[in-house]
């Protein structure tokens, strides 16, 4: 008898997790009243080799993935057998040119100073470019995101970039012991996704709400995400 090697065992439980995601996320979905389908999962592959970044997508139906650095990014880029990106951490002003064109969506848009630039290199580019607005709706100081206060303004401002198209927002919630506290930052996020809906602009069309991951995805789900970025629970523990 054969042992299985590292990368076999790894790989099926990468298969088995995502099962139990899928079921999970349709689960959820249901229960809030909504089409498992209009749920898009995303597989954040922070750390993860590309290898089986490339299983998940040609094994498991993985079809979008998300990084958080641009560095990272572009180590494994060329590697990847295909599957649409997103860029989901925070992106600093001087990796804005390198990133432009290259991602599908920049879900961390986090002030008007890196909007400007992503406007600025797409239109050179003769792109538009899709981005969520990442809110820090915990009020958290050690972290990214526009502060709740300052949304509308910071809106509004970025609304006017002819480079850019608002898709809609991103959250990363406290992380929370009781599911119930997690609750209310995905219902506040919600509510102010549905806020901007209404809102109207040839550089606005909002459609997604990034938010929920490994430990609260099912959470964010029941309160309205449509989009689930998860890592861990599909891939394991990261280890850096
Ligand atoms: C790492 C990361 C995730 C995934 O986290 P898990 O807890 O491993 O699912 C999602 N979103 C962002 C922005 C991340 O940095």
Redesign the pocket.
Known sequence: MTEKSYSETRCENIKENLKVIRNNISEAAIRSGRNPDDIKLMA?T?TVDVEFINYAMDNCGIDLI?E?KVQEFFSKKDKLHRCESHL??HLQTNKVKQIVGEVSCIQ?VDSVKVAKEISKYSLQKGIKTNILLEVNIGKEQDKFGIMPENFDEIFSEIATFDGILIKGLMA?PPICEKIEKSKQYFENMYKLFLDIQSKKGDNIDITVLSQG???DYSAAIECGSNLV?????IFGD?IY
Do not use: D, E, L, T
């Not at 970025?229 to 629970?233: L, P, Q």
């Open positions: 954040v922070k998300g958080n989901i951490g961390s990363i991951m490994s430990a970025r998860v890592g861990s629970a990261r």
